[in-house]
């Protein structure tokens, strides 16, 4: 064999690893995709973990809602009890004089107390208009009771704007099933509806209020009182500081 052949043959030989190297790249780079997309699911998962917030799951929505109280009245009553008069004034506190919804007033017909009842829905009705509520907003009607021996209650009623949640109390799953890591559906709804029940005039949660106009004096004073470098007596009589 001459000396020429056997360094042809040795060169070859040399050759066949470069190409099974060459073969490999394509396998360790399938197999290093698989590992990164394995890292991508676990990933996906530390996300998907996050509890959800409360506030998206039960938002506070504004919308108008009846506001209803029975008031109890007695066969025998002449006339609105003091009780009575106090609960009334109680729930007309919450009915908005600028808005002037229909103030209901049903009284039961046909129940053991009606004609008690109608002396007093009359006394209701002197009431509320002595509270600020026009008489032309005041709507007295009947309601058909359910029979001549029981004492049904007068119903007072008016349409207002609230501030509210969805329905507490809805458990649609397990609450021990945790293998998502999330709130369960029922978590901060009472707390959302707690704060919706707060808010003294729902339209503060769709836009800020109008400002009011400066006092110009109370302006003109604290300007003076910066420029001389001085404190209010105010802040002075506030402060814990004590040097």
Known sequence: MSASHFETEAFAGAARPVRIARLALPVLA????????GCANRDSITVGSIPDDYRTNHPIVISQ???????????GDRGMTRSQRETLLGFLDGYDRSAAPVLTIAV?????????????????????????ISRRR???????????????????????????????????QDLMDTSENKHYADFGCSYQNNLAAQIANPADLIGPRKQTSIDAENRGAVIDLYRKRGVSNEFLGNSEVTY
């Open 30 to 37: 399938v197999v290093a995709a698989a590992l990164l997309s």
């Open 65 to 75: 809602q009846d506001q209803k109280i029975d008031l109890p009245v007695g066969a």
């Open 108 to 132: 039961p017909s046909g129940s053991a107390n009606e004609i008690a009842a109608r002396s007093a829905a009359r006394d209701f009705v002197r009431t509320a208009a002595a509270s600020g």
């Open 138 to 172: 005041i709507s007295m009607l009947s309601y058909q009771a359910g029979g001549t021996d029981v004492s049904a209650p007068i119903r007072v009623s008016y349409s207002s704007v609230k501030a509210h949640t969805d329905r507490c109390g809805r458990w649609p």
